[in-house]
């Protein structure tokens, strides 16, 4: 089977998917079907031997991180995680100094943490490629995964319309506005008034939806908001580091839920659907959380319908991040 992706991707980072031009973001997804298929026929290559990928993770994670070291690890090369407190970044030694060390010694960094400059800082100073992993801002690799999921359901990108309903002005609701404007997906932000996203970066994604032959809405009603939508996409209503807010969250939030009622509201068929969620989901009674107060940002019975393709989303975290590495640090074979 023949790999193939843009040679001009060979030592970018990825901060956020403005990093990327349309055509090369929508390369990045071919290559991680094509990644996919070929594990699935059961060869693991070497396209990453003797690469060192250093995984800085500053917050949780399950996916990311499993996803970035089994990516790492399938193709021959290593990764070595340092969490929050393992390392002296942000207590004793500074971002620039971080970057500069790890960049004599590694071949790329993943950083997942709390501020965006942190991981323009990396990628500033280290010299070698940096993936965003999630900041407070931006999921970009999570948006990858998202269109990539979209894609193997429909067989195609263009035309469609995700609404995404719930926190509107979060990392994985900005990735994925921008994800879609760059693929010329239609996207609907059924957020309320309070959690609207970023006036820019909305004008910014319009902008490149245009060029696309597609629209971005703001939508506060998400009744409304979800009519005539293939995809339903939801996040949790608090992310890491906003736990303080939870609380007003859940009271501006509830009427958001992604349930029966609403998912009847787009008007299709469950065949007609596919529902998804970047994990991990509040959806049943399994947390400490919700066996107090049940299910959040989407019903069990949503989470659970056969139009849910979240655990082939979350796959396919390792996926495209694996192609986000190979397309960086390989060569592209003949
Ligand atoms: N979706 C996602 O980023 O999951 P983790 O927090 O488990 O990495
Ligand atoms: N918005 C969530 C995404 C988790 C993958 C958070 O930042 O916590």
Avoid at 97 to 103: A, S
Wanted: net charge neutral.
């Amino acid at each position: 089977m023949s790999l193939t992706w843009k040679p001009t991707l060979k030592g970018r980072s990825l901060l956020t998917l403005l990093d990327f031009s349309d055509e090369e973001m929508l390369d990045v997804i071919n290559l991680a079907v094509a990644l996919k298929a070929r594990r699935r026929q059961g060869t693991r290559g070497n396209l990453l031997a003797r690469r060192q990928i250093a995984l800085i993770f500053e917050k949780s994670s399950t996916r990311t991180r499993c996803a970035a070291s089994v990516a790492v690890r399938d193709e021959g090369g290593q990764a070595e995680y340092l969490a929050r407190g393992d390392i002296h970044l942000g207590a004793k030694e500074s971002v620039a100094d971080t970057g500069r060390v790890l960049g004599r010694m590694f071949d790329g960094i993943l950083f997942r943490g709390f501020s965006q400059q942190t991981v323009e800082g990396l990628a500033k100073h280290s010299g070698v490629p940096v993936w965003n992993g999630l900041t407070d801002a931006f999921h970009p690799t999570q948006a990858l995964a998202d269109l990539m999921t979209i894609k193997e359901r429909f067989g195609r990108l263009r035309g469609l319309t995700v609404a995404y309903v719930g926190d509107g002005r979060n990392n994985v609701a900005n990735s994925l506005m921008l994800a879609c404007a760059k693929a010329g997906v239609n996207f609907v932000n059924c957020t309320p008034g309070e959690l609207t996203p970023d006036v820019e970066l909305v004008e910014r994604g319009r902008a490149i939806a245009g060029g696309n032959g597609a629209t971005i809405r703001i939508e506060q009603d998400p009744h409304a908001g979800v009519r005539g939508a293939q995809v339903l996409y939801t996040d949790v209503w608090t992310s890491m580091g906003e736990e303080a807010q939870q609380e007003q969250r859940m009271k501006l939030l509830r009427p958001y839920q992604v349930n029966r009622r609403l998912v009847k509201e787009t008007g299709l068929s469950d065949d007609q659907l596919v529902f998804l969620h970047c994990l991990p989901a509040f959806h049943d009674n399994q947390t400490a959380l919700t066996r107090e107060i049940g299910a959040m940002e989407v019903s069990d019975e949503v989470f659970e319908a056969s139009f849910s393709k979240v655990f082939d989303q979350a796959e396919n975290r390792m996926h495209t991040i694996k192609a986000l590495f190979v397309s960086a640090l390989a060569d592209p074979e003949q």
